[in-house]
């Protein structure tokens, strides 16, 4: 089936202004809490709302729900710690 122009563009920019908006929900942590709290409160609610997207995708698909979110926290865990230390490697490079 072909979309219209004016279609694809309506598609973009609420793309772009729902992925936007959806980025800003982090940044209010950093904006009004300390930067290690901020931090915290970013990851639970990553962690939630992945958890909850997940059970949505699954219910959806028909699968276990609690596999699927269960992959997702292991897979999100592991990009977290893996995050952590490489960004302390990069800070190492870069202090004398």
Do not use: N
């Amino acid at each position: 089936e072909k979309h219209t122009e004016k279609e694809i563009w309506e598609s973009t920019i609420s793309t772009f202004l729902s992925k936007f908006i959806f980025a800003l929900t982090f940044m209010l942590p950093a904006l009004f809490l300390e930067l290690s709290r901020a931090i915290w409160i970013s990851i639970i609610w990553g962690l939630s709302l992945l958890c909850i997207f997940s059970f949505k995708l699954a219910r959806d698909q028909k699968t276990k729900p609690w596999r699927v979110v269960g992959e997702h926290l292991i897979i999100a865990f592991i990009v977290i710690v893996l995050t952590h230390y490489i960004g302390d490697w990069i800070s190492s490079m870069f202090t004398p």
